[in-house]
């Protein structure tokens, strides 16, 4: 069989594996299953984010007294996660293939040695012919620490693990050109760089879900940019995986077309790293122009009109212009210290390599 790619990450959305009473969609599962251990006995590698730990574990308890939402994510992931993952593991087990628990948090991705640890976990895994099954940590992921949803998760490692493509399974065909509700809008099957999509983005989400497809459209630029196809399709479509890989023409999906120019491993950490962000260069117009331009530029201290925050040597710092606004994010060459003292100075080592520079 003649696959389109032969390294995928593909993200299970909390609303494809959970039913309409929030119980586990244990049909779903199996059938998705059945897909992905096909396409991995046909020698496809494959990486999969799976969400639905909360949905799983909110079936099956009935909290003693009324908890807050962090009580409540924290109960039913517990429970719910155990549940997800054997289930899995019973359900590959039938197609002799082993999956790995990769249970993780936004700050395991927070240094480069975090982050290479990580790479190293699933590589590890992949090599010996194991499945990762990853999802975030939600029993220790602090509120303001914690990945916006699993779309950016998956984003992150897609990207790490240099897949060539990022399939998101949601409960909807793709990004509609409107309301999805409305009749006579249609999925928008094809989405080149640059193409602007807000006009059509709701920021309502589907019932179990946390982000919406606000975060799923920015996370497919950022990982297209880098060089992976992604595609949004509908994990309750029969043979949605097997279809996509066989007869991408003809299934229906939003797929965003990768760029061609290779982006190097740390600049890939880089650009998922802005939420690590400890402190902000702002730069003056001139530099921001410069940083915008074709050329491949640093950042001068020349350039620099404020450095915000503390900082220490090697960590990211938030790249901005003269109106606050972000410009990117990038590995700073000294500490805040330093930098305040070689502000606005000719003659300079850079503050941020362009090597470590990534622009929005
Ligand atoms: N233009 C749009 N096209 C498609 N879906 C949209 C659009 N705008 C908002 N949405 C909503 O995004 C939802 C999918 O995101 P989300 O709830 O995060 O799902 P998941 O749990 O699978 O990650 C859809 O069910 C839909 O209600
Ligand atoms: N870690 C959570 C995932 C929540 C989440 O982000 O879901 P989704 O809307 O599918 O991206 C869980 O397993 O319930």
Redesign the pocket.
Known sequence: MEYQFNRIAV??????LTRKDGTLDVTRMSALVDQVAELHKNGVEVVLVS?GAVASGRSELKPARKLDSVEQRQLFSAVGQAKLINRYYELFREHGIAVGQVLTAKESFATRRHYLNQRSCMRVMLENGVIPIVNENDTVSVTELMFT???ELSGLVASMLGVQALI?????D???????SDPG?E?IRTVEHGKD?SD?????????????????TTIARKVADEGITVIIAN?RRDNILTDLMLRPETTVCTRFVPSDGGVSSVKKWIAHSEGFAKGELRLNRKAADAVRGDRAVSILPVGVAEVKGEFEKDDIVRITGEDGGLIGVGRVGVDSDEARRMLGKHGQKPLVHYDYLYLE
């Open positions: 993200k299970i959305g909390s609303n494809v969400s949803d699993n779309d998101i399974l949601s409960n909807i793709g990004i509609y050109n409107g309301s999805p809008t999925v999509l059509y983005i709701r920021t309502e989400k589907s019932g179990f879900g946390r982000g919406g497809m606000l975060t799923k994990g």
